[in-house]
């Protein structure tokens, strides 16, 4: 298949780009739950935690936090752990072949991650937690005394207790799985060009592409896989796609003598480390917002912070910045499958904090429907549909 990649570059990074880069195999349960719900109020950002609404833009989140109420009902958690489950199943074996077939297996690092407290009541908190959850194939087990002590050496805070998670990853640098992707799809005779798609719709049984230079572009088959950005395109095709930016952001700068260690976790301060390469990421928060709202500067100033005080080696140099959205839906389930309001679109989008996670099995799904085979897994759970029900 020829294959041709449309990109509204001035997006410029987003957040495939703005990511932790975790492979996070151990959260099949959607965070549309009533134990997600009981524990919102505790993790505001005003009283020092990662959530946080933009009061401005509720007209943007507001009818979202209607359908997400809904999605929390114990039966729909219930059926979207068994989907989600699924899905997480299969994207550490589409990670392994997708790096292969890229001939860049040291793009993914199987090592797992860390999660610390500082406490010990956070501690005990959070180790009844995640005692409860479902963390499907991964084992959660006790920090080693070599992992314990190799971590209490990089941070400046006594750590009080720690889980090690295996089965876990990360990639080892996004930037570079960006090029590597964009390289090999241009060696195979893919090719791209940039600009916003405005309108897809039907032309004798084809979808029909309006970009907003004018350009006009017509397909056997078109994928939407926009992010955040594919709501309003899936809604001009007769869709009712109901995603909401949840903005993250992370500080970035030279990883200095933080060695090899895995993602980690701190979190008391809901704030994951990854190392990519010779450059350490902190990221954190969930902000509901309009996605072309302005960034929050206040979130950045609570990021250094921690990184001040963990005595992290991002924290002695000028960092850089960046803030994205994660598209969600509010059954927190990826919506995948084949449009049947317009013959030849496949939509891909709404894949909330996992998106870096299931985006290879993601492809093999995407790739299955345009080949006209039955994908390996049901797709009927992430069929877009189920948002005109009710
Ligand atoms: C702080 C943070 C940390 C995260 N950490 C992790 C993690 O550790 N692990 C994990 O699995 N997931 C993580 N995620 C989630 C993950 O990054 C996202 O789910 C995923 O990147 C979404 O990918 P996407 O391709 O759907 O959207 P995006 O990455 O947003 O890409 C969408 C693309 O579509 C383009 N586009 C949009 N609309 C149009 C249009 N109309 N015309 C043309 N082009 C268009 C945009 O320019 C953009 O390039 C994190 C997210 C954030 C914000």
């Given at each position: 298949?020829?294959?041709?990649?449309?990109?509204?570059?001035?997006?410029?990074?987003?957040?495939?780009?703005?990511?932790?880069?975790?492979?996070?195999?151990?959260?099949?349960?959607?965070?549309?739950?009533?134990?997600?719900?009981?524990?919102?109020?505790?993790?505001?950002?005003?009283?020092?935690?990662?959530?946080?609404?933009?009061?401005?833009d509720v007209a943007a989140?507001?009818?979202?936090?209607?359908?997400?109420?809904?999605?929390?009902?114990?039966?729909?958690t219930r059926s979207g752990a068994r989907a989600l489950g699924?899905?997480?199943?299969?994207?550490g074996p589409a990670w392994r072949s997708l790096v292969q077939d890229l001939?860049?297996?040291?793009?993914?690092?199987?090592?797992?991650?860390?999660?610390?407290?500082?406490?010990?009541?956070?501690?005990?908190?959070?180790?009844a937690s995640w005692a409860a959850a479902d963390t499907g194939s991964v084992r959660i087990r006790d920090l080693s005394?070599?992992?314990?002590?190799?971590?209490?050496?990089?941070?400046?805070?006594?750590?009080?207790?720690?889980?090690?998670?295996?089965?876990?990853?990360?990639?080892?640098?996004?930037s570079r799985l960006l090029a590597t992707l964009d390289e090999v799809h241009r060696s195979r005779g893919g090719e791209r060009r940039g600009g916003r798609v405005v309108e897809v719709r039907?032309?004798?049984?084809?979808?029909?592409?309006?970009?907003?230079?004018?350009?006009?572009?017509?397909?056997?088959?078109?994928?939407?896989?926009?992010?955040?950005?594919?709501?309003?395109?899936m809604r001009r095709a007769g869709h009712v796609a109901p995603v909401v930016a949840e903005r993250g952001y992370h500080i970035e700068g030279p990883a200095g003598d933080w060695g090899d260690?895995?993602?980690?976790?701190?979190?008391?301060?809901?704030?994951?480390?990854?190392?990519?390469?010779?450059?350490?990421?902190?990221?954190?928060f969930v902000e509901f917002a309009a996605s072309g709202s302005p960034a929050d500067p206040r979130?950045?100033?609570?990021?250094?912070?921690?990184?001040?005080?963990?005595?992290?080696?991002?924290?002695?140099a000028d960092t850089t910045t960046w803030m994205g959205a994660r598209p969600t839906l509010p059954d927190y389930l990826p919506a995948i499958g084949r449009s049947r309001k317009i013959g030849g679109l496949i939509y891909a989008f709404g894949h909330q904090h996992l998106g870096l996670t299931l985006s290879a099995v993601t492809g093999e799904l995407i790739g299955d429907l345009a080949l006209g085979r039955t994908p390996a897994i049901d797709l009927s759970p992430f069929d877009i549909a189920r948002f005109e029900r009710g």
């Open positions: 298949m020829s294959t041709l990649i449309i990109d509204n570059a001035s997006i410029g990074r987003p957040a495939s780009y703005g990511n932790a880069g975790h492979i996070a195999l151990e959260q099949p349960t959607p965070l549309a739950s009533q134990a997600v719900l009981r524990g919102a109020l505790g993790r505001l950002f005003a009283v020092g935690g990662a959530l946080d609404f933009r009061l401005r989140w507001g009818p979202w936090a209607l359908r997400y109420l809904r999605a929390c009902h114990p039966d729909a699924l899905l997480l199943a299969a994207a001939s860049a297996p040291d793009l993914l690092i199987e090592h797992g991650h860390l999660l610390v407290w500082e406490s010990a009541k956070a501690a005990a908190r959070g180790r005394g070599d992992e314990r002590g190799t971590l209490q050496a990089r941070v400046a805070v006594p750590l009080a207790d720690g889980v090690a998670f295996d089965g876990t990853g990360q990639i080892a640098d996004v039907e032309v004798e049984g084809r979808p029909h592409l309006t970009l907003d230079d004018g350009a006009t572009l017509t397909s056997d088959l078109v994928v939407i896989a926009g992010g955040v950005g594919s709501g309003a395109l260690l895995p993602p980690v976790v701190f979190e008391d301060r809901a704030m994951i480390v990854t190392r990519f390469a010779d450059r350490l990421r902190a990221s954190s979130k950045w100033a609570r990021l250094r912070r921690h990184a001040e005080a963990l005595g992290l080696p991002l924290a002695k």
